[in-house]
């Protein structure tokens, strides 16, 4: 399967309609029963129009991820991070953003990483240019776009300050555009709701319940230490992989590569603000590790890299279809 995804011709990438139908076919046969929690407004929103499950809100999520990995794989690409250039970024990212049943839903995570990987692109794209404000300026604003889908995507505006300090010299004024930019989605939206006369209400109760300190929803130990446990595994492949990643790299591939290793780690401090924190937080991490991952099966002999995406494909689909599946074992 994977070589299908083995060009570098980036309108093969909608080969990845076939793939998300395939990673995500449970949505369609098995039913399940979720709410979001602690989204932002942005996230209501997109609720009050599509809302949150059901066939519109599953086929809003399957296309939102598909526009995510063609342009992760676009942003791979142009930035010449892998060792060679493929599919297998947007491939990963969707294979791990549909790892747990969990994941599978219209999310506010799922909409808040679109921006993630924006804020991203809009960081690598400052190096070695002189005149780069608006890029700057896009890092925070971008941030504070994904904070009012998802709260405690707020970490990407430190993000933004760890990637413009390996990228270029420190400067005090750029990092006042990166704050400037993160404040200026909250004054459209303080200025929205101040027009419609809700300002005190809706916007100062929420700001009141969209933070909170290590603030988890129970849930079964099992669902816990499975979860738990398969990102551990995958976060330790890709920190042992660190030193291959940057083996026969440019200092510019190589600095852009550490910022994703940055990126994973500053969404530990998710669990620090965010209200409501349940399973599916996981995902804060998907656009890291899928990429990374990717990097791995890239550098991997083609047979070794097909039998271990099938197994992670088995485990994927059976962890969707487990409760059909237990009672017949």
């Known amino acids: 399967m994977l070589t299908l995804f083995r060009t570098n011709q980036l309108l093969a990438s909608m080969l990845l309609v076939f793939y998300i139908a395939l990673v995500r076919v449970s949505v369609w046969l098995v039913p399940s029963q979720w709410e ?77 990483n679109t921006f993630f990987l924006i804020v991203l692109a809009e960081i690598f794209a400052t190096y070695k240019k002189v005149d780069c404000a608006d890029r700057i300026f896009n890092i925070g604003f971008w941030a504070g776009v994904g904070s009012l889908f998802y709260p405690s995507y707020l970490f990407l505006f430190i993000v933004g300050f760890v990637g413009l300090n390996i990228l270029r010299a420190f400067k005090f004024r750029e990092r006042l555009m990166v704050l400037t930019g993160m404040l200026a989605p909250y004054i459209l939206v303080s200025t929205y709701y101040f027009w419609t006369g809700d300002f005190f209400t809706a916007w100062m109760e929420r700001l009141l319940s969209s933070f909170a300190f290590l603030d988890f929803i129970p849930t079964p130990n099992w669902l816990v230490y499975r979860s738990l446990a398969i990102f551990a595994v995958l976060i330790l492949v890709v920190l042992f992989s660190y030193r291959s990643f940057l083996l026969k790299q440019t200092m510019q591939v190589q600095r852009k590569i550490n910022i994703l290793y940055w990126s994973l780690l500053a ?61 017949a074992i």
């Open 36 to 112: 979001p929690s602690g989204y932002g407004p942005f996230a209501e929103w997109v609720y009050n129009q599509v809302g949150y499950a059901g066939q519109t809100a599953d086929i809003v999520a399957m296309a939102l991820l598909l526009g995510q990995a063609f342009f992760l794989n676009y942003f791979i690409s142009e930035h010449r991070l892998a060792s060679e250039v493929s599919l297998f970024p947007g491939v990963f990212y969707v294979l791990a953003s549909s790892l747990l049943p969990e994941f599978l839903h219209l999310s506010p995570l799922l909409m808040a």
């Open 267 to 327: 969404t530990a401090l998710t669990l620090l603000i965010q209200p409501e924190i349940e399973i599916g937080h996981l995902m804060v991490t998907v656009v890291p590790i899928g990429t990374m991952l990717s990097f791995n099966f890239i550098r991997m002999p083609g047979r070794m890299a097909e039998v271990i995406h099938l197994l992670i494909l088995v485990i994927v689909l059976f962890l969707q279809f487990r409760d059909w599946l237990l009672p």
